[in-house]
């Protein structure tokens, strides 16, 4: 039964391959993990499975919507295949949890750079969706510079609390 359902699946019509798209989605893990893990090391409220869950988000949304633009609905008149559609659907979903995060406490306003990682996580997933798996983790490792020496260098020079 098990193998009957494993070809099933493998005789699917797809246009990414089920090994491309596992590939895709266990690099926007990976990638959007290391992110979330600094996130969590500093006891941060969105860390390392809000960052993962946010990034698989966006790269199964950016899969779907390459297998639904490949599917035949009709004359090409009569299609409306737009690209920047999912992003601005992942950008503003995710923009949604990321203002949720950000908070004024004490006259301070916190949990910008946390709010903007997830933002982060959820592009990195839209890249790893969209095969982009190079410029998704040159993107993560300019993050985790951003967040770690950046941060370093701050506290070095007596710049601020090192808070968000």
Same mark, same amino acid.
């Not at 098990?2 to 099933?8: A, Q, S």
């Not at 297998?67 to 737009?82: I, K, P």
């Not at 490792?141 to 070095?156: K, N, Q, T, Y």
């Given at each position: 039964?098990?193998?009957?359902?494993?070809?099933?699946?493998?005789?699917?019509?797809?246009?990414?391959? /089920?090994?491309? +798209?596992?590939?895709?989605? *266990? %690099? =926007?893990?990976?990638?959007?993990?290391?992110? @979330?893990?600094? $996130?969590?090391?500093?006891?941060?409220?969105?860390?390392?499975?809000?960052?993962?869950?946010?990034?698989?988000?966006?790269?199964?949304?950016?899969?779907?919507?390459?297998?639904?633009?490949?599917?035949?609905?009709?004359?090409?008149?009569?299609?409306?295949?737009?690209?920047?559609?999912?992003?601005? /659907?992942?950008? +503003?979903?995710?923009?949604? *949890? %990321? =203002?949720?995060?950000?908070?004024?406490?004490? @006259?301070?306003? $916190?949990?910008?750079?946390?709010?903007?990682?997830?933002?982060?996580?959820?592009?990195?997933?839209?890249?790893?969706?969209?095969?982009?798996?190079?410029?998704?983790?040159?993107?993560?490792?300019?993050?985790?510079?951003?967040?770690?020496?950046?941060?370093?260098?701050?506290?070095?020079?007596?710049?601020?609390?090192?808070?968000?």
């Amino acid at each position: 039964m098990l193998t009957e359902i494993i070809n099933e699946f493998n005789s699917t019509f797809s246009v990414v391959p /089920a090994r491309a +798209a596992l590939a895709r989605l *266990l %690099a =926007a893990i990976v990638l959007a993990g290391l992110i @979330g893990l600094e $996130r969590e090391r500093r006891e941060k409220p969105a860390g390392l499975r809000t960052h993962i869950l946010v990034s698989v988000a966006a790269c199964l949304f950016v899969i779907l919507g390459l297998e639904l633009a490949a599917m035949d609905f009709g004359g090409a008149s009569e299609q409306r295949n737009d690209p920047l559609r999912m992003i601005e /659907a992942v950008t +503003a979903g995710v923009a949604f *949890l %990321a =203002a949720g995060l950000i908070f004024t406490s004490g @006259g301070r306003v $916190r949990n910008i750079t946390t709010g903007t990682s997830l933002w982060l996580a959820g592009a990195i997933g839209l890249g790893c969706g969209a095969g982009q798996m190079p410029l998704a983790a040159m993107t993560t490792a300019i993050v985790l510079v951003v967040l770690i020496v950046l941060r370093l260098l701050e506290r070095r020079l007596g710049w601020g609390e090192g808070d968000d």
